[in-house]
């Protein structure tokens, strides 16, 4: 008997992609950034923000002049009476004054604006307070920011965070957001910003922060500016209420952004009822992505839209109740509350927060809305009866709305393909005929229109032809690597727990892949996206999702992985977010959770 063989056949290729393959897999190019340049706006490669000083490069928003104090703890009670805890204090208190001294140097060498040490009599030196870090937090900060004149753009404060206190059960650290919290609802007319800083970090600084061995000071500088958001002032003749609208509303404008390509930039119009007032950005892609933390107590979510011009971000805790009865009695008021399912409740919750982003701008947003993690066919009804009621009663401005289910899988392992069998004999090529090989001085390479690529890793789509069900990755308890034997307890079909609907997988309309590929031995990072639902208001302009080539549900899924590849460059050039493919709206949820599945964490916030 002959040994038998067997040959694999690739699923997909890059390039040409065979007519009998599952998948089409299209390298994707890293997006372009809108950047400023000697008063103008220029987009320029992801790489080039290395090279921001040697360019000239500044922030598309312009500059932002802010009033800068360094808020750090009282310590060294006894410095008086010892002279060596009073050198000690007077160490201190320099380091974070040249520290301070270098950032307002480091931010305005970066052409980012202006920031002007603060004056007051509580302070010690110009910027400096020390503050006592207790239950007198409150009211020594209230007093302090009272006796403040008025700026001329806007505070920042930087609170010093001991090593001892960066804990979510250290009650010091609830004393502090408290305040902070206190203070941004009390002084809502100006623009007050807090930045809570590690100790070490600025007392265990070396280096000057513009010297090249300072990895971090840049990227901090940058933060800042990000966060400070510009005024706009609301045109109108004179007020008629007085507790009207706000006059003056401050807007999120980073130092850059992803740039509008080629297809976008055109004006649009719509001939609805009420169509949205923005001809230009229509059908631009809204972000949001939420899931639920381990121990299943807080909804997270975040949010972010296409070009990545403004994010949010939210944490509410779940359904606070059990009931069992069919309505819960509200003892205040005496009138009967229906209660909602855990997963409704998880809807709202979710819908609110998005529409709180999506009304900051009267445009025909295209919200895409996923699911990190599994998501159920309890829950996806559940979206399904919110959205039919949702976009069908309040809706100001069109819109169409998707839902996504976002995993990341253990990556594959990615092999190259075997080299052809020489059968001995040529075999002309009819599409090449002829071949020559160039001579090292036969090819000219012009200077114009090269740029340079991070090589590093490199990113592909990879768009399904067929669909599959959603199939959820084993857990470390499945396979036995997180105890010392696998528990595989049955569950019987008349248990209470055991549920046919909450296991039987999804079925999407489409579903696509990230594949980031580093150039080393590291194994690649995958990224599932499913999309699950589709649908839109009354009035919307974008079409329904059809068989057709134009409208069928993979060209909409390829729109929102390409969405998700330049959210996730932007990710790591802006937010330094680096070792994930995610957007920066799942980085961000990626986050939160494994903050809040620390130990002690979870029982502490309240």
């Not at 009272?146 to 609830?174: G, K, Q, W, Y």
């Not at 297809?263 to 631009?284: F, W």
């Not at 209660?339 to 009267?362: G, L, P, R």
């Not at 696509?512 to 839109?536: E, F, G, R």
């Amino acid at each position: 008997m002959a040994p038998s063989t067997q040959t694999s056949r690739p699923i997909c290729s890059s390039g040409s992609t065979p007519p009998n393959s599952s998948c089409v897999l299209t390298p994707l190019s890293p997006p372009l950034l809108s950047v400023a340049k000697s008063e103008a706006i220029v987009h320029i490669m992801p790489t080039a923000l290395r090279f921001w000083d040697k360019l000239g490069l500044g922030p598309k928003s312009g500059k932002k002049d802010v009033t800068v104090f360094v808020l750090y703890e009282q310590g060294y009670h006894e410095a008086e009476q010892h002279d060596r805890l009073g050198k000690a204090k007077i160490w201190r208190d320099e380091q974070i004054g040249s520290w301070l001294r270098n950032v307002c140097a480091l931010y305005k060498v970066k052409r980012l604006g202006e920031m002007h040490l603060g004056k007051s009599s509580l302070c010690q030196k110009d910027g400096l307070v020390s503050l006592q870090f207790g239950t007198s937090f409150r009211r020594s900060l209230t007093s302090f920011i009272a006796s403040l004149s008025a700026p001329r753009d806007s505070f920042v404060f930087f609170i010093l965070v001991p090593l001892a206190v960066m804990n979510l059960a250290s009650e010091t650290l609830h004393h502090v957001s408290s305040t902070i919290n206190k203070v941004l609802s009390q002084y809502s007319e100006v623009q007050v910003v807090f930045q809570l800083i590690p100790e070490p970090y600025v007392l265990n600084i070396a280096v000057h922060p513009s010297s090249p061995h300072d990895f971090h000071s840049e990227s901090f500088v940058h933060s800042v500016y990000n966060r400070i958001s510009i005024p706009t002032d609301r045109a109108m003749s004179r007020k008629f209420f007085t507790y009207g609208q706000r006059e003056k509303r401050y807007f999120e404008v980073p130092a850059f952004t992803l740039a509008h390509s080629l297809n976008e930039n055109k004006v649009s119009y719509s001939s609805s009822v009420d169509p949205a007032l923005d001809v230009l950005d229509r059908h631009t892609f809204l972000h949001v992505g939420y899931r639920i933390s381990l121990c299943g107590r807080w909804i997270l979510a975040a949010c972010i839209d296409q070009r990545g011009e403004a994010h949010a971000m939210g944490v509410w805790s779940t359904q606070p109740y059990t009931p069992t009865d069919k309505n819960k009695k509200n003892d205040e008021f005496g009138v009967d509350v229906p209660v909602i399912s855990d997963e409704m409740y998880i809807v709202n919750k979710v819908w609110d927060f998005a529409m709180q982003v999506a009304e900051k701008a009267n445009v025909e947003w295209r919200i895409v809305i996923a699911k990190s993690g599994n998501m159920s066919v309890i829950e996806l009804d559940a979206w399904i009866t919110h959205l039919y009621t949702a976009l069908h009663s309040n809706v100001q401005v069109p819109m169409h709305v998707s839902l996504l289910n976002v995993e990341q899988s253990v990556p594959w392992i990615i092999l190259p393909l075997p080299a052809p069998q020489s059968t001995g004999h040529f075999a002309p090529n009819s599409k090449n005929p002829t071949s020559s090989r160039s001579t090292p001085g036969s090819v000219k390479i012009s200077s114009k229109n090269q740029f340079f690529v991070d090589t590093a890793t490199t990113t592909y789509g990879l768009l399904q032809k067929n669909t599959l069900p959603i199939s959820v990755p084993p857990t470390l308890n499945d396979i036995g690597l997180s105890t010392d034997l696998v528990i595989n307890k049955p569950l019987s079909i008349d248990d209470d727990d055991y549920s046919i609907v909450d296991d039987y997988p999804l079925l999407p309309l489409s579903s696509s892949t990230l594949v980031c590929m580093p150039d080393s031995s590291v194994l690649p990072q995958m990224v599932n996206i499913h999309l699950i639902y589709a649908t839109k208001s009354e009035g919307c302009a974008y079409p329904n999702i059809t068989s057709d080539a134009a409208d069928s549900p993979q060209t909409l899924l390829h729109d929102i992985t390409n969405s998700f590849y330049s959210l996730s460059v932007l990710s790591t050039a802006r937010w330094d977010i680096a070792g994930t493919s995610l957007p920066f709206h799942l980085s961000a949820v990626e986050t939160m959770r494994k903050a809040l599945s620390t130990r002690n964490c979870v029982n502490s916030i309240r």
